[in-house]
């Protein structure tokens, strides 16, 4: 049965295959077909798997498909390697991704380019398993550039208004930022330690770099500006937002639930490297709580629903990042998991909701919808409680954990406890926000539009509100790939500090009530203050980062790209290329149709001829 | 009655040659133009015979035989474009003709 492992990647890829070659011929049953039931298939055999494999108690299994290229020593195959965690991922990737294909069939119905964007899914879901079973860097590498091709293919889908395009640039452009840093630390590892498999890799790290070595730094740091760009973590975070463009079920897979987790997975499969470098493992934890409370913050101030949604995305990563910058790998690893359920099921509902009334997406046109739509009501409801974590819902659980992990590290970890802490607050208070603005209050406009809910749309969002409720009590079989670093001693804290953790949320979603749920108070009188105003702006523009790139990259480059606009360099070629016109110019005068020009030519040249033979 | 020189020969087929040469430089007319190929290759044969005389060699009245047979087939040809020419252009000029410049 594991070594069906491979059919897991394949049933994807011939799904694409299938839908691209038909280049739009089928219809939209068949393309629903083969593009969700594809999914579906391999969450079975991933499902088999899982339990074949958990049965067996094996920490590990591999299978070598075939070997991709051979140079020398370096033998880079298409081998799977299955451990607990990469059974989480393909478990989180498979199931939640199925869903979410489910939900597409309706969402996307009367799209046009039905078939193009499922063979775009496909080809996702394909690359990402790829990512998360490949047993060597640079098979995760193709998996990692194949998401993030599809990552732009997607968010530039309705490509025919080219603000999405621009969307779709941008997010392709900064994570290749951070692509290059890793392509970077792949090549360092391999030239320090002449492997790429990356269970080789550990083994040898550990043997030859002592602890915060100099290479050993650099190689995690270079590793880490992959994860960033691919997290949208500090400082490559800016793509997210504006990534929304895509259609919605697209935010819910590639931007919430499974590629932008990639870097999260790259860090922990990578565990023993960071550990290795523990001020690169800090300086991971720091990354985490700047971009949560930056994220935190932008998101109180969004009115555009995904945009909150998005900017909560980047938030909750950046719990994941602290979980694993305090060594709390398998914290980091469930928040992750808890997060594709919640975050998937409220980018659904968001689905739901936009799509229910005409592609509205400002929260504040939108007002007591709860009647109206209920499924999505409800979606919002678990998921923002999940969210917020809300005692005994599964981002509770995932939450504490990493918090409890931050509050064991000695030195700073209190301040990163205390920052996370304060990052819970303001959870409650956007994610709530958005529910009391969206579904209660009174009805600003569509007052009629009827909810938009079939059973494959319905289906998926009360699989996944199930999820988020009791997905806390699901335990990830990951202790044996991260026993190695972690400390197993419990935690002794006090009730004290679980009481404080329980009840911030609380307090977050309380304050969200006050302003946006009962009215008590008033955030229109808190922006008449002139200080609240511009803070509210500045944070609105996401503390001014994309400003600060424009005046500090774009602007540069594209001023120097205007300089160059008929490029120097190729002017060099220009000169050969006017040379040879001359030239050309020159012998074509002497093919001038004269029969008697051509004699005189050809006696000149004997002539010439017969001088030089007579005179050397 | 002594014999011709061999120089004089020599000569005279060089003069029969530039002769030639000069013709087919400067006549338009391409009739006269092949005319003066003519020349040029008679006075080739000129210079075998003179040499296989003054060797007293059969081979260059072999070669004089083959130039002349050359010849023969050459205006032949020759004569039947030049018909052929005419009758599409209505004239021989060498310099009208000159379509297949550039």
Known sequence: MLDLIWLLPTFPLLGFLILVLSSGQLSKKVVALVGAGSIGLSFLVAALIAVEFLNSGAEFYSMTAWTWMSVGQFTPGFTFYLD????????????????????????MIDDPSYSRFFSYMNLFVASMLMLVLADNLVLLYLGW??????????????????????????AFVVTRVGDTSMALGLFLLFAQLGTLNIQDLMGAAEANWTSGSGVAVAAALLLLGGAVGKSAQLPLQTWLPDAMAGPTPISALIHAATMVTAGVYLIARTHILFELAPTVQLLVAWIGLATLLMAGFTAMTQHDIKRILAYSTISQIGYMFLGLGVGAWSAS????????????????????VILSLHHEHDIFKMGGKRKQLPVAFYSFLIGSLALAAFPFTSGFFSKDEILLGALALEGPGTWLWLGGVVGAFFTGIYSFRLVFVVFFGESQAHHDDKEVAGWNMAGPLFILMVLSLLGGFIHI??????????????HHVSGLIHGIMIAVPLLGILVAYLFYGGRQLSADKLMANPLAAALHKFWFSHWGMDALYNTLFVRPFVYLAKLNRLDIIDQCYGLVVTLSRAGHGLLAKLQNGMLGWYAASLIFGLVLLMTLGVLL | MSPIPFEHGLIVAGILFCLGIVGVLTRRNIVFVLMSLEVMLNAC????????????????QVMFLMILTLAAAEVAVGLGLIIQIYRRFHTVDINVLSQMKG
Do not use: Q
């Open chain 1, 84 to 107: 607990g965690l990469s059974l989480v991922m393909m478990l989180i990737i498979t199931g939640v991704g199925f869903l979410i294909h489910l939900y597409s069939t309706g969402f």
């Open chain 1, 477 to 490: 079989p990951v202790e044996s790939v991260f026993n190695h670093g972690e400390a197993h001693e419990e």
């Open chain 1, 145 to 170: 550039e194949g998401v993030g091709l599809c990552s732009y293919l997607l968010i530039g889908f309705w490509y025919d208004n080219p603000a999405n395009g621009a969307a779709a640039r941008k």
């Open chain 2, 45 to 60: 044969g000129l210079a075998f015979i003179v040499g296989a005389a003054r060797w007293g060699n059969a081979d260059g």
């Open chain 1, 333 to 352: 690893v469930f928040h992750l998991m808890t997060h594709a359920f919640f975050k998937a099921l409220l980018f659904l509902g968001a689905g739901t």
